[in-house]
């Protein structure tokens, strides 16, 4: 059973739904997301500074004392086309204060002014950044929620792909790692999930991919090489229409070597650990707190 707080939630996130989004302007959606996100906030004394990350601009969120090098980097959902290191905050936020960790959130360019491949160069670009900053990979976890999930596994296979040495670490909640939109619970959870619509996500994927193949390895890393990844988590919802993304991926990671955990949570929805006020998410950001802190390098 999950909490009244979740479920209210979910009514809410319902009564949100567009049947059609291609009938809206991408700006109106985006202040939609905006405002459902501004429910989210930071912990209190979190502190926030710009910079230019190599290309991309980012913020750095920062709810530790520590002045250690050790950073998380993290990357946005939105469909490619939405959300900002602000929207995400919240979560931001409360990450870096369970891990006494700071958290470079990256704003890379978004569809469909900037498609495919600009959101896996800006994620390169800041997490070389990084490195030129003299933090060692060692003391690096990279990670992300929805799109940004899969942005997290395509920088990844572009990492390893250039010979770049990869973080010590990766965690997805909820990714999107097909835009084919092959996985079963595309359709079998579409009545039931509060946020995702069937149409809405072929409007993102066409948005993003701008008539590149969707199955390339850099726009759906689940048809991708996925030997030699650091550890992964993932995090899912089982009310969710992109639920069987993360088991596929989960079982593709595990079939090709590399040390991956997933966890369900039943009958919750798409990225409810961005709703940091719930109970559920509290819990579940504190489980990724400590996969975190057991991969990442203090130093």
């Excluded at 498609?115 to 390169?124: F, I, N």
């Excluded at 390339?216 to 229409?241: F, N, Q, W």
């Amino acid at each position: 059973m999950i909490s009244q707080e979740a479920k209210n939630v979910m009514a809410f996130m319902s009564t949100m739904k567009v049947p059609n989004i291609r009938d809206l302007p991408i700006g109106l959606l985006r202040q939609g997301l905006e405002h459902m996100m501004s429910f989210s906030q930071p912990p209190l004394g979190c502190k926030f500074e710009k910079v230019e990350s190599g290309g991309p601009d980012a913020l750095w969120v920062n709810a530790s004392p520590r002045t250690d090098k050790s950073t998380i980097l993290y990357l946005h959902g939105g469909a490619y086309s939405m959300g900002s290191s602000h929207t995400h905050a919240g979560i931001t936020g409360v990450l870096s204060e369970l891990t006494q960790t700071r958290v470079l959130s990256v704003d890379y360019r978004l569809a469909p002014e900037n498609p495919h491949p600009a959101a896996v160069e800006d994620a390169v670009s800041a997490y070389c950044w990084l490195l030129d900053q003299g933090v060692a990979a060692k003391s690096i976890v990279v990670g992300g929620d929805s799109a940004g999930g899969g942005l997290t596994f395509s920088t990844m296979i572009a990492l390893k792909n250039k010979k770049v040495r990869l973080p010590a670490a990766v965690f997805a909640l909820s990714p999107w790692v097909d835009l084919a939109l092959t996985g079963e619970t595309i359709t079998t959870k579409a009545d039931i999930d509060p946020m995702i619509t069937l149409s809405g996500a072929y409007y993102m994927v066409e948005l993003y991919a701008n008539d590149a193949d969707v199955r390339l390895p850099l726009i759906s890393p689940l048809y991708a090489d996925l030997k030699g990844l650091p550890p992964v988590l993932i995090h899912v919802g089982t009310s969710e229409m992109l639920h069987s993304d993360s088991l596929r991926m989960a079982k593709a990671l595990q079939k090709a070597g590399v040390d991956c955990v997933i966890k369900e949570w039943e009958d919750l929805f798409h990225v409810f650990q961005s709703v940091v006020f719930l109970p559920e998410a509290r819990t579940a950001n504190e489980e990724i707190a400590v996969f975190i802190k057991s991969h990442i390098n203090k130093s």
